[in-house]
């Protein structure tokens, strides 16, 4: 079951992040919306209506999560660079999962997600590292994250849906 739940892995902070670490992070950000779209581009709706695994999310659900989730980022991002060191709104991801939205085509979550991505890379790239340690406050967690460590996370959590639906084809021989 946990491999059905984390096919990569949880995500793991470095102790220290290098430019290195961020520039692998920023290219698989880039790279996602376009594997995802290969990945999905041809699945029926049945496909799209079944879970990843039991008990979790349908890959439709998926896909739309990843877009309201890197959505998300993308504003965390910018209120992390305009304010200082805001507190953000935090949302209910499963709730969101269970809206109306989530059952509607996967093209405008596929266009969304290319374009949200578009505008992180091309921002972080502009970025100097020393700007990505600027921070936000999650309230759930209650303590800072900086750009640095959201980089990663986004990249991880592409990489980590990416798997799920990967894994599901692959599963079911699509």
């Known amino acids: 079951m946990d491999s ?3 096919p990569i892995g949880g995500f793991e902070l470095p102790a220290e992040i ?3 670490h961020i520039e692998k992070a920023v290219t ?3 790279q996602l919306p376009s594997a995802l779209r290969q990945l999905v581009s041809d699945w029926s709706d049945t496909q799209l209506d079944t879970p990843y695994r ?3 999310w349908t890959a439709r659900q998926l896909i739309h999560h990843l877009a309201d989730s890197h ?3 993308l504003i965390r991002y910018k209120w992390a660079l305009s304010e200082e060191t805001p507190l953000i ?3 209910d991801q499963d709730g969101w999962a269970h809206l109306p939205d989530a059952q509607m085509p996967i093209e405008s979550s596929l266009i969304l997600l290319e374009a949200v991505h578009q505008k992180i890379v091309y921002l972080v790239r502009s970025l100097r590292f020393d700007e990505m340690k600027q921070a936000f406050i999650h309230p759930d967690a209650k303590k800072e994250r900086t750009l640095l460590e959201n980089t990663l996370l986004y990249a991880w959590h592409g ?3 990416y798997a799920h639906l990967e894994g599901l084809a692959k ?3 699509w």
């Open 71 to 73: 959505l998300h980022s």
């Open 89 to 91: 709104k935090a949302y």
């Open 18 to 20: 290098s430019e290195q």
């Open 28 to 30: 698989q950000l880039e």
């Open 159 to 161: 990489a980590h849906h």
């Open 171 to 173: 599963r079911n021989h």
């Open 4 to 6: 059905l739940k984390f």
């Open 54 to 56: 039991e008990g979790g």
